[in-house]
Structures are given as structure tokens and as C-alpha cells.
């Protein structure tokens, strides 16, 4: 039996090629610290910037961050202003750094309901960075799973498409060139998905951690690395089926 499409090429590395991150505990981080929300937002925006630099030094080939979800738009007014003046600059000033550092940007979700100050900033930043090959990082920004799956259900739709296989949902999901993310790594203690890449996990590993997002260093981004090493990633298989050097129990 052959693996189905959407697994793409199944991976037993030891080191995931790409991760996702759902960075949370901003908040409460702040909180801890009797400041304002925003001073935990702010704060976490030096720990992706680490952690961008953490993914380089290991060559990992993609790292997928959850900025905003759809969701996320049901939060104070004040916040959502806030966060979208941290894309802004992220997009607009931090992204020479990531062009000096090689690094290919993109951004996905639903982009109506950006500003078109920041809507024009992320072209330019996908167009200035879209050759680079250290890494793909990418910000999901006001996107959701579903949103995602709908969306390419829409353009098989537009496309006149009488019936959908895996391999097409696959296709015109948003990230549909690259590979599967292997880890998943949610920080502020919840365990749960919040409606990230929801299609994409069907064979991922998952690494939970009680750490705020602005305290995740790299000795917890290493904690995750290690955990994930130790996983036996079996697609359906047994793992008497593996080869030896893909057994890890
Ligand atoms: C994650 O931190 C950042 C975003 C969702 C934008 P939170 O702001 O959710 O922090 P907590 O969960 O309230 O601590
Ligand atoms: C998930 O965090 C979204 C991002 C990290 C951008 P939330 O803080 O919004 O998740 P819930 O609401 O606690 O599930
Ligand atoms: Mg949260």
C-alpha cells in the first residue's frame, strides 16, 4: 500500500524539517509581572527573533509561526492594534535582517482584513526575500485551520472540480509546496490546537510545554529538539517494520 498524498514524503529524521510554533502565554507573562499585555507581546517578538536564530543554527528548513488566528480578532480593540503594528515592523524593518540572514519570508491566512499599509508591506517582504534558501519562515497572520481547508475547497470549487481527493485538498492548501510540519511546539501550557494547521498535523509530533512564550530559550527549544528524537515515527506501520536505524525503542 502506498502512503497516501497528503503525508507527502513521510520523514524519519531525527531533526524535524519543519516546525510550528504556537507561541503563547504573552499575557500572562505580563501579568506575572503586574505590566500591561502588550509588554508581553512585545517581549515576544525578541523570543521569535531568537528563536529564528535558534532554527538557523540547527538547519531546520521551515519554521511556521502562529501570530494570529482567526480568532483572535474577538480581542480588545487596543490588543488587536497593537499586534498588527508588531507585523507591521516585522514585516517591514526586521525583514532586512531576515534577507541578510538568507531567510525566505512568507505570510499566510486571510489577508481582507489587514490594512493595506500592511497587506503592501508583505508583498514587498515576500518579493525582497522570496529567492532565499537558509530557511522558510512564515507567519500565519489571521489564519485559521478551517479557513485554510476552506479556502482550497473554494478554488476546487472555482476550478469546476466534480470531486475532491486528498491530493487536491493537498495541493491548494497554503502551504502546499513544502513539507508537513513534523513538531508542533505550543508553549504557555494549554493543550490544545487553537485551529492552527489542522490538516497538516495528521502525522505530526507534538511538544507541550508550561514555559510563557517570552521565557521559551534555548535551553527549552532544545528540551523540544531532544524530545522529538526520541519519537518513533511509525505512519501506520509497526515498528518491526521500520529499518533499524529508524527504530528509537
Ligand atoms: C499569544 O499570547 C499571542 C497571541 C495570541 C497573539 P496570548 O496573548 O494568548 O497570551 P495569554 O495566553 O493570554 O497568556
Ligand atoms: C493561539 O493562542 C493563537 C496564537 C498563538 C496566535 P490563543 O491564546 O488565541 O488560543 P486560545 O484562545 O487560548 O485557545
Ligand atoms: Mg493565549
Same mark, same amino acid.
Given at each position: 500500500?502506498?502512503?497516501?498524498?497528503?503525508?507527502?514524503?513521510?520523514?524519519?529524521?531525527?531533526?524535524?524539517?519543519?516546525?510550528a510554533i504556537i507561541?503563547?502565554?504573552?499575557?500572562?507573562?505580563?501579568?506575572?509581572?503586574?505590566?500591561?499585555?502588550?509588554?508581553?507581546?512585545?517581549?515576544?517578538?525578541?523570543?521569535?527573533?531568537?528563536?529564528?536564530?535558534?532554527?538557523?543554527?540547527?538547519?531546520?528548513?521551515?519554521?511556521t509561526?502562529f501570530?494570529?488566528s482567526?480568532?483572535?480578532?474577538?480581542?480588545?480593540?487596543?490588543?488587536?492594534?497593537?499586534?498588527?503594528?508588531?507585523?507591521?515592523?516585522?514585516?517591514?524593518?526586521?525583514?532586512?535582517?531576515?534577507?541578510?540572514?538568507?531567510?525566505?519570508?512568507?505570510?499566510?491566512?486571510?489577508?481582507?482584513?489587514?490594512?493595506?499599509?500592511? @497587506? /503592501?508591506?508583505?508583498? *514587498? %517582504?515576500?518579493?525582497?526575500?522570496? #529567492?532565499?534558501?537558509?530557511?522558510?519562515?512564515?507567519?500565519a497572520?489571521?489564519y485559521g485551520g478551517?479557513?485554510d481547508?476552506?479556502?482550497?475547497?473554494?478554488?476546487?470549487?472555482?476550478?469546476?472540480?466534480?470531486?475532491?481527493?486528498?491530493?487536491?485538498?493537498?495541493?491548494?492548501?497554503?502551504?502546499?509546496?513544502?513539507?508537513?510540519p513534523?513538531?508542533y511546539?505550543r508553549?504557555?501550557?494549554?493543550?490544545r490546537i487553537s485551529n492552527f494547521m489542522l490538516?497538516q498535523m495528521?502525522?505530526?509530533?507534538?511538544?507541550?510545554?508550561?514555559?510563557?512564550?517570552?521565557?521559551?530559550? @534555548? /535551553?527549552?527549544?532544545? *528540551? %523540544?529538539?531532544?524530545?522529538?528524537? #526520541?519519537?518513533?515515527?511509525?505512519?501506520?506501520?509497526?515498528?518491526?517494520?521500520?529499518?533499524?536505524?529508524?527504530?528509537?525503542?
Open positions: 500500500m502506498t502512503l497516501s498524498a497528503t503525508q507527502k514524503i513521510p520523514s524519519y529524521s531525527e531533526i524535524p524539517d519543519h516546525i507561541m503563547d502565554g504573552n499575557g500572562r507573562w505580563a501579568k506575572q509581572k503586574h505590566l500591561p499585555r502588550i509588554f508581553g507581546h512585545k517581549k515576544g517578538v525578541d523570543t521569535l527573533e531568537n528563536v529564528i536564530n535558534f532554527c538557523l543554527d540547527e538547519q531546520i528548513k521551515y519554521l509561526v501570530a494570529f482567526t480568532e483572535n480578532w474577538r480581542r480588545p480593540i487596543e490588543e488587536v492594534n497593537f499586534l498588527m503594528e508588531l507585523f507591521l515592523s516585522l514585516v517591514q524593518a526586521k525583514v532586512t535582517l531576515y534577507h541578510k540572514n538568507n531567510i525566505c519570508l512568507r505570510v499566510i491566512g486571510n489577508r481582507n482584513n489587514l490594512s493595506k499599509t500592511l @497587506r /503592501e508591506h508583505i508583498e *514587498k %517582504a515576500e518579493k525582497l526575500t522570496e #529567492k532565499n534558501t537558509a530557511m522558510t519562515f512564515t507567519l497572520l489571521d478551517k479557513w481547508i476552506l479556502q482550497a475547497v473554494n478554488k476546487l470549487f472555482a476550478a469546476e472540480k466534480k470531486e475532491i481527493t486528498e491530493a487536491d485538498l493537498a495541493a491548494n492548501l497554503m502551504l502546499s509546496d513544502i513539507p508537513d513534523d513538531l511546539i508553549t504557555g501550557g494549554e493543550k490538516w495528521a502525522y505530526a509530533e507534538f511538544y507541550f510545554t508550561d514555559v510563557l512564550w517570552p521565557d521559551f530559550a @534555548r /535551553e527549552e527549544f532544545d *528540551k %523540544a529538539l531532544n524530545s522529538f528524537k #526520541k519519537r518513533e515515527r511509525r505512519y501506520g506501520r509497526t515498528s518491526e517494520q521500520l529499518p533499524i536505524e529508524q527504530q528509537r525503542k
